[in-house]
Each structure stands twice: as structure tokens, then as C-alpha cells.
């Protein structure tokens, strides 16, 4: 349960280098790693953000999206859903590092809407979140989203109103590195979901239900309780225990791998010793998964987009919104890629199938043994050298406590919902630190936008786990002036208050 393994000797590095804080504030400018990940080859640097419009000789990738009323068939269930086109997920954009992209939304649904792209670090005026950096698309309405994806990666994008994305409202993006070697024979992207909508109930009832009742049992007595953080730290240790306490709040009929259930998988066909990529994704509103590839162990080698030391695994958390990329070698066989809902006990599970030879289907609740082994925490990986951000001493610490209860269903940061709290302030090229503090008995799936942030091993992340009452210290450059969310990304937790605004302001 080591996430916070470094935390406290770099609280001392803060405290003995606070001479420096002014001189470091001046030599402010990001200067990106071009060291070569010796890894995998990236010499892709992480570099200052690039401006709003496409210039000379740049890529470009223009697609047109149209959010509409739709009936899907998730392999089974029929479902009336709101989504991208007549898909779950939408389809894929594919685009290489350093394209300007150009989507343009056209928005048929009954509601106001907007689109998020989320992990990207773009210009503030396309991230797509109403109140913020822009006003919500109305029905009827189109706006064209311009932005440069500068870092390659695997991202999704999906609305950022109410609790649309826990309907169909969600896709894949991937940002190609073209300076990446590959050396694998092929590459599947693995969307997972938690699904409800049109099965009785849509998200919004499910929202609505939970403010009117309050339900559940991880009431943590209210909004910024000050709870005393003594003996809580999560830090060093194994991981053969789920460090996550209560699971999600939301009970799911149906679990999903690209749009289908266990019953009517998704297929993936290799060949016996091929290699293949997995970018994996979790689209889910409400569930932390475990996924594991029954028959094979994995190698994890990058996280929201950034490369890490490859680590071989047998299986692994993801929570919501995280995406991992994951490359395995192929058995010969039929073999169950499973994502298993952490702590939900009805639903059943997220399975895929992969085929390379002979062999029956797996049952959809077949539970691969790598399940029953050691899972693996990915937040801590660590970073490949090309990932790395630069140490620096912070320019500024700020506090950032995640809060909340079930009854009544409010959530919030630094003591209040969204709306009612302060924004977290920084100024253009600090060093920011960000000294979160896990105040609840849930987990929750912190995530910035327009930004990435490190670890305190250097892990580069732009969302990452808190477990119950763990504090964190992230880091991260402020070279992206606008206006970006911070929040939990747990759809209900965030719609409920769990978020904030990170904020650049003139000194
Ligand atoms: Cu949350």
C-alpha cells in the first residue's frame, strides 16, 4: 500500500531548501527531459505547452463528432443511452504527438453539453469544462475544439456536464509517439465501463437517488471533519492487500469491455507468441477494476501516457479515469482478459476474450488465478527517465483535502463543495506543490487537468488513487495558464462537490 513512500524525507527537502524558494521562483520556464527512455525509445520531451493555433508543416486531424439519443446493443442488453455516433465506446482518435486536432461537436442531445479531453496538456480554452474554460454547448449547437496534443499517449475524452459520462458519452483517444521504436505485432485498446444507463435507471436518476437518500455505510460525519491524520499514512509495504476501503456508491446490472458483456464478449485474435500492446482505459463513473489476463503475467510500461521502468505484473488496480499500457506475449489459447469490479459483489464482472489457438470461451465469470495473486498498485511505478520531472524546490505548497459523507450526499474539497470553495491559486512557471489529504473512507481517483503531476518517486500522472485518509504530495509545473478542474473522479463525487479550481493568477 506504498504510495506515499517518500513523502516525509521530501517534506524535509521543502523545509531545508526554503531559502531558495525566491531564486527558484525566477528560473521559472519548463525545460522539457530529452533524455532517451532506454526503455523503449522515447525521446519524446515533455515541453512547454504549444499555442492555440496549427502552425507550418504541423499535423492535422479533423473529425466530426455528433452526440445524439441512440439505442445500443451491448451484447444482450439493448440499451436507449446517449453516446458519440451509435457506438460504445465512440470511435477511436488516433493521432501523433504534435498534431493540431480539430473535432467539432455537434450536440443533439436534450441537455447541454461539452467535451473534455482528458490527460491532455492543452490550451485551456479547449478542455471542454462549462464555467471554467468554456460555456456548455446548448442542444442544437456546435463548437469546434482546437488544440495541439503535444504528448504522446493513451487518453479518452467525454463530457463534462452533470453525469453524462456514465452513459455512452465516452471514447478513446491515442496520441502516437512517432520516435517509439514499437516492436510489438499489434495493439488493442481496452476500454472498460461500469453501465446502468437505460436499464431502468439513467445516471441522473442515480444521482438524484443518492442526494434524496443519503444511503450507504462510509459516512465519514460530515465535510471537513479535521480528522486526525496520525497513523494513517498508507506509505511502504506490500500489495497483497487492496488498501481501497468501501467500494463505489453506485450498483451496476452490467460490467463492459468495449461496449459489451461477458456474455457476447469483445474478441482479440493473435497468433501463439505475438506480442501486442494493451492501452487500457478506465471509462468507468464509479469502479475502481483489477485486471488481469487469465494465463499470462503483463508488463505495465507506461501510465496516463508516461513511460515508467517496465514492471511485470499479474494483475493491477486501475481506477477511474487512469489508463494503463500494458504489453504481454500470447499463449497459445483462449484466455479471459478480465476486469474485476473492485468490492462490488452484483453485476458480475468486464471480460474480454483473447483467441491465438484452439479452445472453448471462457464462462463470463470465469476468475482468471492471476486475480488471487499479488495486484499491483500502479502508482508505484516508477518513472522512466524521459518521464521525469525535473527536480526542482517548490516555488509553493498548498493544502488540498478531499471531503465528504454519504449522508448527506455532498462532497467537496478544503471543506466545501465546488462553487462554495476557495480556488487553489499559482502563479505562471512555479513549481507547485500540492499536499493532498485524503479526509474520507472511500477512495477517490484525483485528477487535474491540463497538467501532469508527479509523484513522490517522480511518477508522472495526471490521476491517481487516494486511498482511505492517505495524504500525497504531487507536484507540477505551472506552465499552463487558464483556468483548470481538479477533481475526484468519481462522476457522482464530482457532480456531488469533490472538485476545485486550480487557478493562475498575475503574482
Ligand atoms: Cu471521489
Redo the contacts with the bound molecule.
Sequence with gaps: MGVTVHRLSRRAILLGGAGLVGSAGLAATLTGCSTTDATHGSTHPIGPVPSASPSAGQGLVQKSLVARETTLDLGGPTVATWAYGDTVPGALIRAKAGDFLRISLENKLPADTSIHWHGLRLRNAADGVPGLTQDAVKQGDRFVYEFTAPDPGTYFFHPHVGVQLDRALYAPLVIEDPNEPGGHDDEWVVVLDDWVDGTGRTPDDVLKKLVDDGGGSHDMGGMGGGHDMGGHDMGGGGTAMAPWGDAGDVTYPHFLVNGRVPAAPERFTAKPGQKVRLRIINAASDTIFTVALGGHRMTLTHTDGHPVVPREVGAFHIGMGERYDAVVTLADGVFPLVAAPFGKTSGGQAMAVVRTGAGSPPAADVRPAELSGEVFIGSQLLPAESAKLPDRVPDATLQLS?DGSMKPYV?GMNGAPFGKNDPLTVQQGQRLRIDVTNQTM?T?PLHLHGHTFALPSGLRKDTVLLAPMQRLAIDLDADNVGRWAVH?H?IY?AEAG?MTELRYTES
Design positions: 478531499l462532497w472511500m477517490h475526484c468519481n463525487h469533490m
